[in-house]
């Protein structure tokens, strides 16, 4: 298939563009269902996370802070029920 261009000096045959090729993922539903099974995995993987470090807390033994304060330079602080006091950086 070819058209025929007229104008100019003399006449050109341009053939035509080929139909494009569809390259990687087939269809919008595939990529969907594939970026819903990344954020369904990136999830349990983060309960999972929770789960195995459920026990692992800030003051150690189980304990919950007393208290707790932030600064302007976004480090927290924490008072623990012995008297330590433990500061995380974020």
Not at 13 to 27: N, T
Not at 46 to 51: A, D
Request: glycine share 12%; net charge positive.
């Amino acid at each position: 298939m070819s058209r025929r261009l007229v104008g100019g000096s003399q006449d050109a045959e341009v053939p035509a563009l080929p139909a494009p090729k569809h390259q990687g993922l087939r269809s919008r539903r595939t990529a969907i269902l594939l970026l819903l099974g990344a954020c369904v995995v990136v999830f349990l993987a983060g309960m999972l996370s929770g789960w195995v470090n459920r026990n692992h807390t800030i003051c150690g033994k189980g304990k919950i802070p007393v208290s707790q304060r932030s600064d302007l330079l976004g480090n927290t602080e924490f008072r623990c029920p012995d008297g330590r006091t433990v500061t995380l950086s974020s």
